[in-house]
């Protein structure tokens, strides 16, 4: 299983981009998918997570600004990110938790693609 992330790139304070990740290769059904972030010299942390079925968790810091979302035909999540702030700077990280099979479930976690706030 492969997960293919894009959209990143440099913006302007308050401006606005839209990330995508799309999974492929063997796949049975996917359930949670959902974006982390790093900030140089920073943990990674959740940003938001999406099931299958809708349930959305964000964290607090994006709450109002970032939407997620998700096609399940196309095993693919994206994250629209609004009113972005120079603190929103971080390669981000797309994951999914994949069934291989009925019985087989790992998480994947995407290449990373970096987002920059700066004017």
């Known amino acids: 299983v492969q997960l293919q992330a894009s959209g990143g790139g440099l913006v302007q304070p308050g401006g606005s981009l839209r990330l995508s990740c799309a999974a492929s290769?063997?796949?049975?059904?996917?359930?949670?998918m959902g974006w982390y972030r790093q900030a140089p010299g920073k943990q990674r942390d959740v940003v938001a997570t999406i099931t299958s079925g809708g349930s959305i968790i964000y964290a607090d810091s994006v709450k109002g600004r970032f939407t997620i979302s998700r096609d399940n035909a196309k095993n693919t999540v994206y994250l629209q990110m609004n009113s972005l702030k120079p603190e929103d700077t971080a390669v981000y990280y797309c994951f999914a938790n994949v069934f291989t099979s009925s019985r087989v479930r790992s998480n994947y976690w995407g290449q990373g693609t970096l987002v920059t706030v700066s004017s």
């Open positions: 290769g063997t796949i049975f059904s996917v359930s949670i």
